[in-house]
């Protein structure tokens, strides 16, 4: 018994494979973009996080002004543990976490600082700014290294308590 091949059974059976090399081709630009987004997600969730715990940092510091920059209970510390980057026998300068603290204009924790650190009946206490810097590594590490020295991506925030006048 035979049968009779015609013009469309044969084009048929010629495309079996072309799904495949679709994907095939496909499939490494979506994973890139799938990447691509999550990296980008993250990045914004560290930023929210960074400018978090630059508030919540001269917010102490503005609350407590005797407070010292390092330390386990310092304004540095206060910053990494709003992070969940945990204790650090120097959380000021801890990879991958970096923190600037100035009370007045000057750096907490150094000795005589003017303006007032604190609120008197003659004058305002002294804006605190503290700056926190976190380097997050992307997701892509790999992939962007070949065509983009980005790796890793720093991540920074500033925040002022302003005082009440001098």
Known sequence: MSTIVGPFARAAVDERGQSLVEVALTLPVLLLIVIGIVDIGRLYAYKVAVTNAAREAAFYGARDPQSAADGTTGICQRARSELGAGAAPNPCTTA???????????????????????????????????????RVNLLSTYLVSRAFSLNPVAISSSATFVGLGQ
């Open 96 to 134: 991958p976490i970096t923190v600037d603290c100035l009370r007045g204009g000057i750096a907490c924790g150094t000795a005589p600082a003017v303006p007032a650190l604190f609120q008197t009946q003659t004058a305002g206490g002294a804006d605190v700014t503290v700056t926190v810097t976190y």
